[in-house]
């Protein structure tokens, strides 16, 4: 009798991935600088960062594709370092799917089951399975190449799950979908994750994607980790002016910080929750924190400019205003709700929460 508590013989446990100090050069080229990580079993890393910053070696690295100049990949604790790709228990699904145009849909996800003297009983009822998981039960005797794209995509997920790896790495595995079907893919790769249980390491340089599939995600800037956090943490508490510029929008207002630990741009001053420490300086709001108003009978003061509204747009759930204010310009995201918008030409107030505002040291020729 099969006890519910056991796994079949084939299940595999997740892993929890370690990088520590890995370090990566092409002749001149730092492509990882010192990087380390630790990624407990069972959660979904993004690695996101701008193209070049060293997210695909990482992963590759991280696969047995490559070998660091420095460092050490640990899976569960044991160092893999020197262990070459195939022996890992890792599987990755690429951008360009990777599959094997001549062989049906099952015989694709059958390969690496095949490949480990797995028996063609267990075989099928295994493929079966993971065609199911990825909602193509009934493709299993098709071409593969009879398929759509994001059909293909679904079966090269299906053959790097097939197998029940420790870790799942996905390289852009959705950049090459349109966007529609890019967002369905994504909610059912987080469930498909979820369900799995499997530790999961995804590039990509698509924000959204990050933001909305992972655990934690991993703001990479030249080959280094800039902040690794919840969407949350690296949203609304960016760790550095490289992090808050990157992930989503902000507005900017560069200035002194005075001896009162506000910036000052012209007569406009800008207040964060904390002093910040007197010299250049930028200081960051996002859209969806600006406020504007119509009423203009008190002063403006600290967090408060008065403008001209240059343009409203309507984008999906919000509206942006578009508002030049001695100088600058400034955006702000208004929920559409039902209340006024101004038009073209008013005259408004911008005003936001210092709770909302970050301010950072410009750094030289920031
Ligand atoms: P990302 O995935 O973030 O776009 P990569 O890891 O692909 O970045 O690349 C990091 C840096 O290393 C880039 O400057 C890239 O040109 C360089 N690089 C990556 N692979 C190679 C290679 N095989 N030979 C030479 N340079 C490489």
Redesign the pocket.
């Known amino acids: 009798m099969t006890l519910l508590t056991e796994r079949p013989p084939t299940a595999r446990t997740s892993a929890e991935v370690e990088l520590t100090g890995l370090a ?1 050069r ?2 001149g ?4 600088d010192d990087l380390s990580l630790t990624v407990p079993a069972g959660e979904f890393v993004a ?1 996101l ?12 690295i991280l696969a047995g594709l490559e070998q660091p100049d420095r460092g050490q990949v640990l899976l569960s604790g044991t160092d893999v370092t020197a262990v070459p790709a195939h022996r890992r228990d890792i599987h990755t699904v690429f951008q360009s799917y990777a599959l094997f145009p001549h062989l049906s849909v099952a015989d694709n996800v059958a390969f690496p089951l095949r490949q480990r003297g797995v028996s063609r009983p267990d075989i099928r009822g295994r493929v079966a399975d993971a065609l199911a998981l990825v909602q193509l039960p009934a493709a299993g005797d098709q071409p593969v190449t009879s398929l759509s794209g994001g059909q293909q995509q679904r079966v090269a997920l299906a053959r790097a799950i097939v197998d029940r790896p420790s870790v799942l790495l996905l390289d852009e595995p959705l950049s090459a979908l349109d966007r529609s079907l890019r967002q369905a893919m994504q909610v059912e790769l987080r469930l498909l994750q979820q369900n799995l249980g499997v530790t999961t390491v995804l ?1 990509t ?1 698509d924000q959204e994607e990050a933001l909305s599939l992972a655990d934690r995600i991993v703001i ?1 800037s030249d ?1 280094r980790a800039e902040q690794v956090g919840t969407a949350e943490e690296v949203y609304d508490h960016p760790a550095s002016l490289f992090v808050a510029r990157f992930v989503g929008e902000q507005n900017e207002i560069s200035g002194i910080v005075n001896s009162h630990g506000k910036l000052q741009h012209a007569d406009v001053v800008v207040g964060a929750p904390t002093i910040a420490e007197p010299g250049p300086a930028l200081a960051l709001i996002r859209p969806e924190h600006i406020r504007v108003g119509l009423d203009l009978s008190s002063p403006a003061d600290v967090n408060n400019i008065d403008g001209i509204v240059r343009g409203v747009s309507i984008a999906g759930i919000s509206s942006v205003v578009l508002v030049h204010c001695r100088g600058l310009t400034l955006l702000a995201r208004v929920p559409r709700d039902g209340r006024p918008l101004p038009h073209v030409g008013d005259q408004v107030r911008c005003s936001w929460d210092p709770a909302h505002v970050r301010i950072f040291p410009t750094p030289e020729g920031a």
């Not at 080229?29 to 990882?32: R, S």
């Open positions: 990566k092409y002749g080229t730092v492509a990882v690695l960062g701008p193209s070049g910053c060293g997210k695909s070696t990482t992963l590759r590039v340089h990479m080959g």
